[in-house]
């Protein structure tokens, strides 16, 4: 790997979308006193895989790195609306879009270490 601060950048990003969504929606503990934390967490790790994805196809653009920041950007933007459109004690207004925004960033992650592969090789 090329880069191995972007990919642990990468993983500590999905870990905390990841953590946040599990605790959230699939063991769905009495979140009451956790809400404001856990939706911090979430949008947190959202903006660290956009803003590090977005900066690895800005030093090299290719197919892989556009389609993983534009996925980035879609997963961010769906679980940055669902935790702060949420109401009470609930940590995401939607459960099926907070699961595509996870599932977007986890794929976003996925391509991101793709690029971040590949950065090391010439264009074709």
Request: hydrophobic share 55%; proline share 5%; glycine share 8%.
């Amino acid at each position: 790997m090329q880069h191995p601060r972007r990919f642990a950048v990468l993983v500590t990003g999905e870990a905390l979308v990841v953590i946040a969504y599990v605790l959230a929606i699939v063991i769905d503990p009495d979140v009451s006193s956790l809400r404001t934390p856990l939706r911090v967490i979430a949008v947190a790790g959202a903006v660290i895989i956009a803003v590090t994805l977005y900066q690895a196809w800005s030093t090299k653009s290719t197919a892989v790195s556009l389609a993983g920041m534009l996925t980035a950007l879609l997963g961010g933007a769906c679980l940055a609306s669902t935790a702060i459109s949420a109401t009470g004690d609930r940590v995401f207004a939607s459960t099926p879009v907070a699961t595509l925004g996870t599932a977007a960033l986890v794929a976003a992650v996925v391509l991101g270490q793709v690029t971040l592969a590949q950065n090391g090789r010439p264009n074709p």
